[in-house]
């Protein structure tokens, strides 16, 4: 990944960065205000924070961005696998029925220009996805439950429904998130996977010293990318493992659920900017 910003608190992928159409990002835990488990870049209102330094960590996360979006949409996520499609008249609907829409989801998807379509994670798995050919774009949080019911896959194929979208217009980029290594879960995940057709030959060991299987998020994702026709040259992974680094990238595992959150987001430039 390379830095957007002097002070590391933006992170890009270098597939992404190739276009000038659009504007992504990944945040750290540099260059913002808090303290404690959410120190110091945390720019989630959903994890606990305060919500004055949400605001100003927002602040500055904008103030990194190229050109001021229409809006920063940041759902709430609660590991399913609902898909929100932000159309250009979203920014004109009322708070409330935006609250809403924006609950529940876990992955946002648009061809509007303007709109920073995001998802907050820390170890979960964040996918950013941009269709070259049709100029539309995705955000998609894929925890294990989001993961084994094929959540990635689900938004290619509405991309595809609603844009025209196919695997070889993609460019995928799969971001910070808990490694195979770090990743140790028991027997009713293992067998959730199982259950679910991955080839767990491909996505799982077994630790004989701790009696525990270790699952590969990144690897299940990255499946569910080419199984769509994504080439594999075009699947970036940064290879971060957030419970690894957990000084540098927000860890639920490592720091506890009442932590900061890592914010992915991609955004289209409006035509004035092309």
């Not at 808090?34 to 103030?63: I, M, W």
């Not at 941009?130 to 998609?140: F, P, Q, W």
């Not at 009713?188 to 270790?214: C, G, L, P």
């Not at 957990?246 to 409006?270: K, V």
Request: proline letters at 4%; a negative charge.
């Amino acid at each position: 990944m390379i830095s957007l910003t002097e002070d590391n608190r933006m992170l890009g992928y270098e597939s992404l960065h190739l276009y000038s159409d659009i504007f992504h990002f990944v945040t750290t835990r540099h260059g913002g205000v808090g303290g404690g488990t959410y120190a110091s870049f945390n720019c989630s209102h959903y994890c606990g924070d305060e919500p004055g330094n949400v605001r100003e960590n927002r602040a500055r996360l904008l103030g990194g961005f190229p050109q001021p979006p229409i809006e920063l949409i940041v759902p709430v996520q609660t590991h399913g696998v609902e898909i929100l499609h932000i159309e250009d008249s979203f920014h004109t609907l009322p708070a409330a029925r935006k609250e809403e829409l924006l609950h529940g989801i876990d992955a946002v998807m648009t061809s509007a220009p303007g709109y920073c379509i995001c998802v907050s994670t820390a170890d979960c798995v964040p996918v950013l996805l941009y269709d070259l050919k049709h100029r539309a774009i995705a955000a998609v949080h894929a925890g294990w439950r989001g993961t084994v019911a094929y959540i990635l896959h689900r938004t290619l194929q509405r991309m595809n429904r609603c844009f025209g979208t196919e695997g070889g217009d993609v460019v995928a980029c799969i971001g910070p998130s808990i490694s195979r290594e770090s990743f140790e879960v028991g027997e009713e995940v293992y067998e959730a996977f199982q259950q679910h057709d991955f080839d767990m030959s491909r996505i799982s060991v077994w630790n004989e010293r701790t009696r525990k299987h270790h699952i590969d998020l990144w690897e299940a994702n990255r499946i569910q990318l080419l199984d769509f026709g994504v080439p594999d040259s075009r699947i970036e992974l940064s290879g971060i493992c957030t419970y690894t680094h957990c000084d540098e990238f927000f860890s639920a595992r490592r720091l506890g659920i009442r932590s900061g959150r890592i914010l992915s987001g991609i955004m289209l430039a409006s035509a004035l900017e092309l």
